[in-house]
T-cell receptor, first 115, second 114 residues
């Protein structure tokens, strides 16, 4: 069984603050993939990042960064210097290769950035 | 943007009626998925397909059926809609492969069952 937990339901910050979204996962697979998706108020789902279980290097893309720690089964996402356009629901997902690439999603974290 | 079109985008119907949602892709991807999105649950997989006429159940498949007669089309059918199936439905596609390529999503269908 696989499970993704996003314990934070909602986060509200003021523009330019940093915000970190937590993602904790459970899986018995030794090879798996982790993903983050963004769902802005317009409703579409936008792929942000994929990370495989063999690569524990942190990754930075502009104001976005991801911290993967296999020892604690966490794949956290930080937005630095948040902007109003970052307001969205963010989903963490887990996809073991052994499962026809089916994804298990967390419940999502709603981020509101206030001007 | 991935070439995924969902139709209809919005639908209101009555309990007990059949409903079919269509997902059309222009990427020639092997894998296609149907999810539903409900508050507090994130996205949950309903059914998926790994090729023409090859489909399998997801975690919330009861009350739904699917068909894939062509690579580009994946249909989701509610044989007799119930109010609990009111939701936003997303189709996704993926190349699959060894590196588990990410899934890309359509814009969703908002379905209301009265």
């Amino acid at each position: 069984a696989q499970k993704v937990t996003q314990a934070q339901t909602e986060i509200s910050v003021v523009e330019k603050e940093d915000v970190t979204l937590d993602c904790v996962y459970e899986t018995r697979d030794t090879t798996y993939y982790l993903f983050w998706y963004k769902q802005p108020p317009s409703g579409e789902l936008v792929f942000l990042i994929r990370r495989n279980s063999f690569d524990e290097q942190n990754e930075i893309s502009g104001r976005y960064s991801w911290n993967f720690q296999k020892s604690t089964s966490s794949f956290n996402f930080t937005i630095t210097a948040s902007q109003v356009v970052d307001s969205a629901v963010y989903f963490c997902a887990l996809g073991p290769r052994s499962n026809d690439y089916k994804l298990s999603f967390g419940a999502g974290t709603t981020v509101t950035v206030r001007a | 943007d991935a070439g995924i079109t969902q139709s209809p985008r919005h639908k209101v119907t009555e309990t007990g009626t059949p409903v079919t949602l269509r997902c059309h892709q222009t990427e020639n991807h092997r894998y296609m998925y149907w999810y539903r999105q409900d508050p507090g649950h994130g996205l949950r997989l309903i059914h998926y397909s790994y090729g023409v006429k090859d489909t399998d159940k997801g975690e919330v498949s009861d009350g739904y059926s699917v068909s894939r007669s062509k690579t580009e089309d994946f249909l989701l059918t509610l044989e007799s809609a119930t109010s609990s199936q009111t939701s936003v439905y997303f189709c996704a596609i993926s190349e699959g492969g060894r590196e588990s390529q990410p899934q890309h999503f359509g814009d969703g269908t908002r379905l209301s069952i009265l």
